[in-house]
């Protein structure tokens, strides 16, 4: 996996590449007014660690482009423009900003070398084997603009660019059927007629439920 300075750097580059108005101003408030460069990606669900959300934008990034290539999407994203694939894949989490914050708990330990280091008395053992508990970095939810999810991350961007209907409705379903039920009919109309909002979301998938799984 990449460092987070040669994350940064790229991800810096892709958004550098789009020529629209006000982006400039947008890379500045990101790298400056919110934590999306050390931000996790999750609680625990994945990359839930110091850089994890940009690491996972540009994993979405991947996932998306990479269809380009595919029988079934190849045509369709050949068809729309690289700046386009850019914002819908970088900033489809920038909701995430100044929303969650660092904590600890304890939790139980097997690892042999650490228990063996152990003082007697701060070993204990289970039905899975001697363990220890140990105190660990932990993220909790405090979102600071509780705003949503998607159409969070449509509204801020558009404070700095402005988008095209098929880039908002890319961000603003990017969850899919994750939705609450009642958006079921939206999530599926927006699916039809703008197919990216498809691919954009299996991408999300594709990276936290395989890319992600072992980072």
């Given at each position: ?11 810096e ?18 790298k400056?007014?919110t ?35 595919s ?24 909701c ?67 988008l ?51 980072m």
């Amino acid at each position: 996996m990449a460092t987070i300075e040669e994350n940064i750097k790229r991800f810096e580059e892709l958004l550098g590449s789009v020529k629209r108005d006000g982006m400039e101003n947008l890379i500045k408030y990101i790298k400056n007014h919110t934590d999306f460069y050390s931000a996790p990606a999750s609680t625990r669900f994945h990359l839930a660690c110091e850089g994890g959300l940009l690491q996972h934008s540009l994993n979405v990034y991947d996932c998306l482009t990479a269809k380009k290539d595919s029988v079934i999407w190849g045509d369709i994203l050949k068809e729309i423009p690289e700046e386009n694939l850019i914002i819908m894949a970088l900033l489809h989490d920038l909701c995430k900003t100044n929303f969650y914050v660092e904590g600890t708990k304890n939790q139980k330990t097997y690892d042999a070398e650490k228990v063996e280091a152990a003082e007697p008395w701060q070993r204990k053992h289970d039905k899975q084997g001697d363990f220890i508990w140990e105190t660990v970095k932990t993220y909790q939810i405090e979102d600071q603009l509780p705003l949503g999810h998607g159409e969070k991350s449509v509204m801020l961007i558009q404070c700095y660019i402005r988008l095209s209907m098929q880039e908002v409705m890319a961000i603003r379903w990017h969850m899919g059927f994750s939705e609450e039920k009642v958006n079921y009919g939206s999530v599926g109309a927006a699916m039809e007629k703008y197919p990216v909002v498809l691919a954009l979301h299996e991408a999300d998938l594709e990276a936290s439920k395989i890319l992600e799984r072992d980072m």
